[in-house]
């Protein structure tokens, strides 16, 4: 993405975070009957004009641009109950600077005068560009889009109309595009509606077939057809009667009231809908990464967890605000996700994919729901969750953490009879211990549920979150980073004291240790370069890898380690096999490696053998078992990695 560029007379927009929020110049005006109170926040003229008795919970139409024009729907909706809101962003045409002050508008609008969380969004011409950039990045607050002959793609205006050169060049400053990267710019107002359409938020364009300054055929058209395919609904009403100047892209609006009447059916009653800041538990504060993000050129951000982390989805929107955030910038964005892992992998394994990367300014981190389907005991969760935060802060003691704990139908099910699940419990209690911002969004999700807000089965529909999931966790995400980093001024760079571990046992010392450590009595082999010879996925990491195998039952290695703890890191597939093992000649024990995907996939697997071991020297003995898991076809017992406490 590139970097938005400012110019001098918009300077203050780049960081707001450094802008404290700020009103002024307050003064109530006559408007048409009504109260208009004009103010400025953080400098920029703005206002909101009340009706003479609310509606509850005080629904409000936020108008873009033109604010003055057409306003017929807006006399009866404020007449109905409704507050008409503004603020002035002309001349920053959608572009993220605008979408900041916005967030600021929103915030002061719900926060502090209580308007309605759900809004509804009035863009008349290039107020398109501020309405659907604001709503893509905001689904969960919309209630409903009027758009009244909108832009919905900036190489049709202002690129190609007359008279509007001027425009294009302040557009391009600030998205900081070149006229190549516009014309294949990939997020305009029509473009990526998935989030919009995955809330049902229904919006209604209102144009003029013969407008040739903002085509409907390259604008509207487009922009519905893209909504309808992602499930979203939308409505067009051509105006064809009456006058139609500035061809064509002026023309009266055809029976204003039934337009009010569409938006008040859909924004009364005001549903009382969640907040994600009610599941936000800022234990501590991320200055050191936004002391970086204010003083420094360059800043490492982590993503560490498993699957959800991996994938794409609010990992990319947390990626695009924060350079949207902080456009100077240079951000290095280090995917760490790894399918299928929990707590006790990523414990082993931040030393070869993490800290080797460099330092990290801010780490993003969760392991909920794979150590709820990994089966990981609490206490090896609490040992290896507290682990990780250790060795982060240890590595780096100005890091930044945040802590994630997504849902699953499990959390749902516990939260449904009252219950907190104990991956929960664990995030929760370590976090506060550390210091550690935590965003509860397995709570959050179950909440949304319970209120009607949406469905698990059809809208967030796994584990793996549908885009409203996706969406739902940005947006909790967003609001963390704007209570951490808005209104505030970092001027040095803070470390605390390490607290005393909660357990002396976590794997704050825990890391890979190679399968060439180990000594091989008979039957096991290296492969320098392992690959499956079937057709079943692999993961990304543990494929074309050194292992050690052994397929025959009989087989036997010893690993001496220095450490408190061990365990292996192996690769189980469809003929994974059993092993037995004892720690310093002790008894031996017995273990399947084997697991339930194990037939569907080649699945990086992770088990301890030995905890709260003499901190010291140590030899591990392990034996291909020659009983065989029913559903396995083989013995085969694949070793990546020895996972040593030192």
Request: contains cysteine.
């Amino acid at each position: 993405m590139n970097k938005l560029k400012c110019s001098f007379i918009l300077l203050c927009f780049c960081f707001p975070a450094l802008i404290a929020q700020d009103i002024t110049n307050e003064n109530l005006v006559e408007w048409k009957g009504f109260t208009k109170n004009e103010f400025k926040l953080n400098g920029i003229p703005a206002y909101y004009i009340a009706p003479k008795k609310s509606i509850a919970g005080k629904p409000w139409i936020w108008r873009a641009h033109f604010p003055e024009w057409h306003i017929e729907m807006d006399e009866i909706l404020l007449n109905k109950g409704f507050h008409i809101a503004y603020i002035n962003t002309n001349g920053l045409y959608g572009a993220p600077q605008a979408m900041m002050i916005w967030d600021d508008f929103y915030d002061y609008l719900t926060s502090n005068k209580g308007f309605s969380t759900h809004v509804v969004l009035e863009g008349v011409s290039r107020g398109g560009l501020y309405i659907y950039n604001w709503a893509k990045r905001n689904p969960d607050k919309v209630s409903y889009i009027y758009a009244e002959a909108p832009v919905c793609d900036f190489n049709s205006w202002p690129k190609k109309a007359k008279d509007a050169k001027e425009n294009w060049s302040e557009l391009l400053q600030l998205y900081g595009l070149t006229n190549e990267e516009a014309l294949n710019y990939k997020d305009q107002p029509k473009d990526n509606l998935n989030g919009l359409a995955s809330f049902k938020v229904p919006i209604l364009h209102v144009v003029s077939l013969s407008d040739s300054i903002v085509p409907v055929s390259k604008n509207t058209v487009p922009l519905i057809n893209n909504y309808i395919k992602s499930g979203g609904t939308a409505t067009v009403v051509p105006m064809s009667r009456g006058k139609q100047t500035l061809e064509g892209h002026h023309f009266p609006i055809e029976h204003p009231e039934r337009l009010a009447d569409q938006i008040y059916s859909y924004a009364v009653p005001v549903e009382n809908r969640v907040k994600s800041s009610n599941y936000i538990s800022n234990y501590g504060n991320l200055d050191n990464v936004l002391y970086k993000l204010q003083n420094e050129d360059e800043v490492n951000i982590a993503f560490y967890g498993g699957s959800i982390t991996y994938m794409n989805g609010w990992r990319n929107k947390v990626m695009q605000y924060f350079q949207e955030m902080f456009p100077n910038v240079k951000f290095n964005f280090i995917n760490a996700g790894i399918p299928s892992l929990g707590s006790v992998p990523h414990s082993f394994r931040m030393n070869d994919d993490l800290f080797a990367i460099g330092d990290i300014d801010l780490l993003f981190l969760e392991s909920a729901v794979n150590d709820k389907t990994n089966g990981t005991p609490e206490n090896q969760q609490r040992t290896a969750f507290e682990g990780i935060i250790r060795q982060a802060l240890k590595f780096n003691p100005s890091m930044n953490v945040i802590t994630m704990a997504f849902v699953d139908e499990d959390k749902i099910a516990d939260y449904s009879k009252g219950l907190i699940p104990k991956e929960i419990s664990v995030h929760d209690e370590i976090s506060k211990h550390y210091n550690v911002p935590f965003i509860n969004l397995a709570k959050e999700v179950a909440d949304r549920i319970n209120n009607n807000e949406f469905t698990w089965e059809y809208d967030f529909k796994d584990v793996h979150p549908a885009t409203i999931g996706q969406e739902i966790y940005f947006s909790s995400i967003k609001t963390l980073l704007r209570q951490q980093f808005r209104y505030k001024s970092i001027d040095q760079l803070k470390t605390e004291k390490l607290p005393a571990p909660l357990l002396d046992s976590n794997y704050e010392n825990g890391i890979y240790v190679a399968i060439d450590s180990a000594t091989i009595v008979k039957g096991f082999t290296t492969v320098k370069s392992w690959r499956a010879d079937d057709k079943l996925p692999k993961r990304e990491g543990f494929v074309d890898v050194p292992i050690l195998e052994g397929t025959s039952s009989g087989s036997e290695l010893k690993f001496h380690f220095k450490g408190n703890a061990i365990g292996l890191s192996v690769i189980s597939g469809p003929d994974a096999g059993t092993i037995f093992y004892s720690i310093d000649n002790g008894e031996e024990q017995f273990h399947d490696l084997h697991t339930q995907w194990s037939n569907s996939l080649h699945l990086p697997w992770y088990i301890m053998l030995g905890n709260n071991l003499t901190r010291g020297d140590h030899t591990l003995k392990l034996r291909i078992s020659d009983k065989q898991n029913k559903r396995s076809s083989g013995n085969a017992v694949r070793i990546f990695k020895f996972l040593v406490n030192q």
